[in-house]
């Protein structure tokens, strides 16, 4: 009885630390959106992770929606100003755009670039806040190919 009690307890343990929480875009509404949900992962599922992607910088220009202590890539950015605050959830940048596939089928990834389909995986919660059509389009056709994503 107590060695299927710890098993379930390992078991449950794990899940947890595989969690994964995407925000796409981290904008005017990906930046906020990010600091609400690593607040609420970090007292419910603490060891879970939270991603956050962005290819896009933020600039001057963008202060008067979004809220960034300094410049430069907002995923980048975000997370380093989280990740003090937050030391039972990794948060991980993807400072990266969003696209349907490269040249080479052989590439799932560049340096400013990831596929959809390489990005997700079983089991995980994504917040698509992007402001393009076609990215969130690319990210709908990439979560179809698993069978437990929540979109």
Known sequence: MVNKMRLKIKRKKREVMERRVIVIGVGGIGSWLAEGIVLMMEFKDPGSMLILVDGDDFEPKNQERQTFKNLGNKADV??????????????????????ESFDDPDLEETNDAITGKSLLRENDVVFVVVDNFAARKIVFDAAREFENIDI
């Open 78 to 99: 975000k997370a380093a100003e989280l990740t003090p605050y937050f030391p039972k959830t990794f948060i991980a940048p993807k400072p990266k755009w969003i696209v």
